[in-house]
């Protein structure tokens, strides 16, 4: 598809009637988790963390985990690019509370309805350069408007947003597991501590581990191939693909964009 801006952002053609259709018609609950993140930046992987969360009372038996034979973007499907781009008006009356659904809006797109309601947004970043994505021109982008869009709500909002910095996840899974949790009221307790509950949702949510998934391997997922949804789930990767001066460059960039804003990468 094509990229064509709308309000300030990039769009492709093929989502556009899912993003107005969304912005339009979704009602946000009070109770509703909403997961945001620009592309490839580790969204499946956030995915398969949050639902694992949110949903672990029901789901005790890790040997028969949902995640082991369902793909995350089925699980937390996208409201823009599938559930609203498939149908106008969606019947979402299926999805239990906390209903957990992703989207790749900036703040400025979201509905009205998810501003002003006390529902919950989980916001996932990472380094630009290792994401993908050329002369500033990238789907929902720009980046740094994107990022800067959640990250200036969530210093306003701070118990309405929160934003986690993909490598930091990486670094520290148990902090950030417990993090989430609080931030979602549903915290773990010392029983579930002390039973590992959260080492077991880390590890079942481990990028090693879903990605050798048979269901994360081969067929598709909303028209794509399942396993471009995992790349390598690593940090610094971009050292084999950019040069020095473009990496000096994007620095500046960062600098420039970034600058007395907090957000560091």
């Not at 598809?1 to 492709?12: A, S």
């Not at 990022?147 to 910095?165: A, D, G, T």
């Not at 590992?196 to 191939?225: A, P």
Request: charged share 20%; net charge positive; hydrophobic share 35%.
């Amino acid at each position: 598809g094509f990229l064509c801006q709308y309000r300030g952002f990039w769009i492709t053609t093929r989502s556009m009637q899912g993003v107005l259709s969304l912005q339009k018609h979704f009602k946000a609950q009070e109770t509703d988790i909403l997961m945001m993140t620009p592309p490839k930046v580790g969204t499946t992987w956030l995915k398969a963390i949050l639902f694992a969360i949110v949903n672990r009372k029901h789901h005790l038996d890790f040997q028969k985990h949902p995640l082991l034979t369902n793909n995350p973007h089925i699980l937390v499907p996208y409201l823009d690019l599938h559930l609203y781009n498939q149908k106008e008006v969606p019947d979402l009356t299926s999805f239990p509370s906390p209903r957990l659904f992703s989207a790749h809006l900036p703040y400025t797109l979201l509905p009205t309805s998810v501003k002003h309601s006390t529902c919950k947004i989980v916001y996932l970043y990472r380094n630009p350069k290792d994401t993908f994505f050329c002369q500033g021109v990238s789907s929902f982008g720009s980046y740094w408007d994107h990022v800067l869009s959640y990250w200036k709500e969530s210093l306003e909002k701070p118990q309405k947003i929160l934003c986690l910095r993909y490598e930091e996840l990486k670094e520290q899974p148990t902090t950030h597991l417990k993090k989430i949790a609080k931030f979602l009221e549903c915290p773990f307790s010392s029983e579930e501590e002390t039973k590992g509950m959260i080492n077991d949702i880390s590890r079942l949510c481990s990028f090693d581990y879903l990605s050798k998934l048979e269901v994360n391997k081969s067929g598709t997922t909303h028209n794509m191939k399942t396993e471009s949804l995992f790349r390598l789930g690593e940090v610094g990767d971009w050292v084999n693909y950019l040069t020095p001066q473009m990496s000096k460059k994007l620095d500046e960039i960062f600098k420039e964009k970034f600058h007395g804003t907090g957000l560091t990468f």
